[in-house]
């Protein structure tokens, strides 16, 4: 895809995002956006980076507070989607998969993403909006013990267009990971792990100026000290 086609596909996925959460306000819903289409609206001044590289988007990925699970039912039957029920049955309702009148397929978790690691949401959702907190979404991507290229990308951007502190206003809750690390040594070894990885990355990207690639350099260092 060239640069023309990324910027229409993320148009048109954001629009949609739009639409869900505008619902979603309609039935006090409490539903954040994470995954890639959340690095793209959380980083606007970088996402261009993610052109050059040719990142594309492929769907929305979305967070809900258990308690909106009635609500976000209706929400769903309002915008048309069809569900597959037996990812509902597989993960006793913690995670939803519809498809919409396009296609176009949407998961649903529910106050955690339990992938490789477990991110809780729990009382988290409000901090930031439209999509998660900045260090969830972090967090988000550093938890996946088999990394690729993707999803460093996204870590690179998101790295780059914010600041790393100790609080969740606009910057990158360093104090919260960092006692999340230090409560769990499995979780503490993957992100250093996937942080050192970024730092590779970040030199073999040849679209980086050499101020970005320092920019990033010190932020990921700053997360491993």
Known sequence: MDT????????????LLDQILQKANEYKAVV??????????HCPQFKHIEYKLGRQLTDID???????????????????????KRVRAFSAGKRLLFFGTDGMHFDVFFD?????????????LEIDYPTISLVDLLLEKMQIVEINE???IDTMV???????G????????A??????????WGLWRTVTMNLNKVKSYLFSVTELSEQERQNGETKVARLLQ
């Open 150 to 152: 993707k999803d460093l």
């Open 158 to 164: 998101l790295l780059l267009e914010h600041n790393i």
């Open 112 to 124: 955690r993403l339990s992938m490789c690691h477990e991110i809780n949401f729990k009382g988290r």
């Open 175 to 184: 104090k919260y990971l960092r006692s999340l690390c230090a409560s769990d």
């Open 4 to 15: 023309n086609q990324l910027i229409a596909q993320e148009n048109e996925l954001t629009q």
């Open 32 to 41: 954040r956006v994470l995954g890639a289409l959340a690095i793209r609206v």
């Open 166 to 173: 100790d609080t969740s206003d606009e910057t990158i809750d």
């Open 62 to 84: 979305l967070v809900a507070d258990s308690h909106s699970y009635r609500q976000l039912e209706k929400v769903t039957a309002q915008l048309g989607w069809s569900e597959n």
